[in-house]
């Protein structure tokens, strides 16, 4: 079975100016699926852009990552990473 590669992403709410960090397999779908508000984290923020977007040698590894960004919950931590073009940390 062949590994898909994973993807981490951060949306901006153009409503609240918030961010939202998720991981996926396919940004573009994924994107569509926040701004339709099929995405129940960010219905209410919408509608979004993407800021950011990085990818991953396989999903599980883009979900660490995932876990690892939302635990530092600083606004400043994340517009750093969007400035800078990419994640300098590594996943756990």
């Given amino acids: 079975m062949e590994d898909k590669k994973g993807f981490i992403y951060i949306l901006k709410s ?3 100016s918030r961010y939202y960090i998720g991981s996926t397999i396919n940004v573009d779908v994924r994107f569509k699926q926040h701004n ?10 919408r509608p979004l852009e993407i800021v950011f977007y990085q990818s991953y040698c396989n999903i599980e590894t883009a ?3 995932e876990m690892k960004l939302k635990s530092f919950k ?8 969007i400035k800078d073009g990419y994640i300098k940390i590594t996943p756990m």
Avoid: C, P, S, Y
């Avoid at 600083?74 to 990473?81: A, G, H, S, W």
């Fill in 74 to 81: 600083r606004k400043d931590f994340i517009e750093k990473i």
């Fill in 14 to 16: 153009l409503k609240n």
């Fill in 63 to 65: 979900r660490k990552m």
């Fill in 36 to 45: 339709q508000g099929n995405v129940k984290a960010t219905k209410n923020i």
